[in-house]
């Protein structure tokens, strides 16, 4: 059984099987990672066949302080200081020219790498304990939603990990932003919890926001995050008509939004009130596995305001919507 409380024998029981080459799962403050040694190609590799990954799929290094960025980036530039002095330990991963010592297998082969900081102190004893980059990508089957606790891990691949750090549920609960330095401006690739306004205000300079909403095509996007029900993304005023006609043609239906619907189908899965902007993205996917647990076959979900984190839950809702 590799759920393991995080006290310190489990956490030197996770460094120890990150140096043998082998995948540790950890909590952060934004999901939890699947982990394997930075430098060891093969672990990294690890990594991919356990996701079902495909391998020019770059991960993300982290590390446990800035200190431990520079002997993975061509420079740290004054941009890369000013941002890891504004926001680490924290949920921003800066992209970043790469140095020799990171292996084509953490970057897809591309000549940039992804590094961030967690906040979380699981994630940073563990980083502290193992003494070197980790890389990690969510500790999800590929496609799938995040996992947001210890247990969502072990559903999706405890056969794959030599250990899972349970720390009880994601603070955040999506992804963090990933914010590439390679171009000028810089250029968000991800929206989450550090908007581009909060870089922006640091940098005292422009950002380019991801492009997101209506410009984002459906059938342009990526289709990731997903469940295994089908999410549909509605307007407040319209999620009543649509849980009702779907329930009517047999559908069970699920229903998440910022604020209580009145008037569902009696049979109808509420998922919500998610809340506020933030709340709705600590619940995000621990509503999507609550509804294929319950066997809904669609979720109607309504966006929060697309301010702050808002942005990035309208993200992954359009792509959990997305090429299904
Ligand atoms: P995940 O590991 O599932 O959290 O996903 C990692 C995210 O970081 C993905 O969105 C990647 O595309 C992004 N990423 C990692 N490395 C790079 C890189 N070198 N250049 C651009 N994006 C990257
Ligand atoms: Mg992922």
Redesign the pocket.
């Known amino acids: 059984m590799p759920l393991m409380e995080p006290d310190e024998a489990a956490i030197a029981a996770g460094a120890r099987a990150l140096a043998n080459g082998r995948l540790v799962a950890f909590p952060t403050e934004t999901?939890y990672?699947l982990g394997a040694h930075a430098l060891d190609s093969e672990a990294v590799a690890g990594i991919f066949a356990a996701k079902g990954?495909p391998t020019d799929?770059?991960?993300?290094c982290h590390v446990a302080s800035t200190d431990a960025l520079a002997p993975l980036v061509a420079e740290v530039t004054p941009t890369a200081q000013e941002l890891a002095d504004a926001f680490w330990p924290g949920p921003l991963?800066l992209?970043m020219p790469?140095s020799d010592a990171v292996p084509d297998a953490?970057?897809?082969g591309?000549d940039?790498?992804?590094v961030r900081v967690p906040a979380h102190p699981v994630a940073l004893a563990l980083l502290r304990a193992f003494g070197g980059p980790v890389a990690?990508?969510?500790a999800n089957r590929f496609g799938r939603p995040?996992p947001t606790s210890a247990s969502d891990v072990a559903d999706e691949l405890e056969d794959a990990v030599a250990v899972i750090l349970d720390g009880g549920p994601c603070e955040i609960g999506i992804?963090?932003t990933?914010l590439?330095l390679t171009c000028d401006p810089p250029q968000v690739?991800?929206p989450g919890r550090i908007s581009a306004e909060q870089v922006e205000q640091v940098l005292g300079g422009p950002v380019n926001a991801v492009a997101s909403g209506p410009a984002r095509a459906p059938g342009m996007l990526e289709s990731h995050y997903a469940p295994g029900a089908r999410v549909e993304v509605v307007a407040a005023d319209l999620v009543g008509a649509r849980a009702a006609a779907l329930d009517a043609s047999g559908v069970r239906v699920a229903v998440l939004a910022p604020d209580a619907v009145e008037g569902l189908p009696a049979a109808a899965l509420v998922l919500g009130p998610a809340g506020s902007p933030d709340h709705y993205a600590a619940r995000l996917y621990a509503a999507f596995r609550r509804a294929d647990a319950e066997g809904a076959g669609v979720i109607l979900a309504v966006p929060p305001p697309a301010a702050g984190i808002g942005v990035a839950v309208r993200d992954r809702l359009q792509r959990a919507s997305a090429g299904r």
């Open positions: 999901v990672g990954r799929h770059p991960l993300i991963t992209v790469r953490v970057t897809g591309r940039t790498v992804a990690a990508p969510s995040s992804e963090s990933v590439d690739l991800r």
